[in-house]
């Protein structure tokens, strides 16, 4: 099952804020974040996982209900580098190997 | 971390043609992946790389079209067998240095892509 994600675009301009959502419909453990600009490989921003610890290294927050399935990422005080794609990631098995499976995206421009 | 390297990078390729993908790693990671990712579109994973064994194939992929291997835990190729049109996109291997039991606490690194054209 792949994650929901909303909205499938977001048009800003610098300095507004931004929320991007995802959902599963099965338990998760942890959700993955990621950016991908034109033309480049996905980018990590940020895991989060079961039990609240979070992990990233921008200035860009998330957030995780487990009972909801569901996951927030946050982009505040938005820049023009923040423009791409944003995709969440989900396991997708039910208790074998992970299965990293991917939301359909959330394009994010940012204007000057 | 990990640094991915692809080859080709590009190539335009005839119908009725196979090409095949090399994913080079520079440390030694647990999984690796192969996705298909249409301009504009979602991440598609057409299987795990498992080292030494047949790799696991999702829905709508089969070994015969995408025959896979992976000889170690630092090297993985992905063969597009007797393409059409239809096989046009980017196919990006990914690997996950660490997995913990039932959650993955470690990043996901994608590799820079192999744009496929096929005519």
């Known amino acids: 099952q792949q994650p929901v994600q909303s909205p499938q675009a977001v048009i800003l301009r610098e300095g507004e804020d931004a929320v991007i959502n995802c959902s599963s419909s099965?338990?998760?453990?942890?959700v993955h974040w990621y950016r991908q600009k034109h033309g480049e490989a996905p980018v990590f921003l940020m895991i989060?996982?079961?039990?609240?610890e979070q992990k990233g290294h921008e200035k860009i927050s998330a957030s995780f209900n487990e009972k909801k399935q569901q996951s927030s990422l946050y982009l505040t005080a938005s820049q023009l580098s923040y423009s791409g794609t944003y995709f969440c990631?989900?396991?997708?098995?039910?208790?074998?190997?992970?299965?990293?499976?991917f939301g359909r995206g959330t394009s994010l421009i940012v204007h000057p | 971390s990990a640094v991915i390297s692809q080859k080709p990078s590009r190539d335009i390729c005839q119908r009725g043609t196979s090409l095949t993908i090399q994913c080079q790693v520079d440390?030694?990671?647990?999984?690796m992946f192969w996705y298909r990712q249409q301009p504009g579109q979602s991440l598609t994973l057409i299987a795990t790389?498992?080292?030494?064994?047949?790799?696991?194939?999702e829905s709508g992929f089969v070994i015969d079209k995408f025959p896979i291997s992976r000889p170690n835990l630092t090297f993985s190729t992905l063969t597009v067998s007797n393409m059409s049109p239809e096989d046009s996109s980017i196919y990006l291997c990914?690997?996950?240095?660490?997995?913990?039991?039932?959650?993955?606490?470690?990043?996901?690194?994608f590799g820079p892509g192999t744009r496929l054209t096929v005519l």
């Open positions: 990914s690997v996950i240095p660490r997995i913990g039991s039932k959650t993955s606490t470690d990043t996901q690194y």
């Open positions: 440390s030694q990671v647990t999984m």
């Open positions: 790389a498992n080292q030494g064994s047949e790799a696991t194939y």
């Open positions: 989060l996982l079961k039990g609240g």
């Open positions: 990631g989900t396991d997708r098995s039910t208790g074998g190997s992970y299965i990293p499976t």
């Open positions: 099965k338990a998760l453990y942890s």
